[in-house]
């Protein structure tokens, strides 16, 4: 089986070797045919603290459960933010 990767924002820093990143993806409706985008907010597992900062563009990879809501580990930062 292999392991997912996905691209996504920091949204939250705040808690102790925890970030949570929002993922966005588009769906295409059934009847329309039209893609809307839909975005999902993701838990994510980080080793060391305060490495990412709020709007870092990142990428995590599916893993083990660490809790009961963290299932993905940060891999690494793609683009920081330019306002940090």
Known sequence: ???KFLRGYVVSNKMIKTIVVSVTRLVKHKI??????KTTKVHV??????ICNINDL????ESKPYSKTKFWVFTKIIKKSIYN
């Open 45 to 50: 597992h980080i080793n060391k603290s305060n």
């Open 1 to 3: 089986m292999s392991k």
């Open 32 to 37: 329309y045919n039209k893609f809307l985008k």
């Open 58 to 61: 990142v990428e995590i990879k």
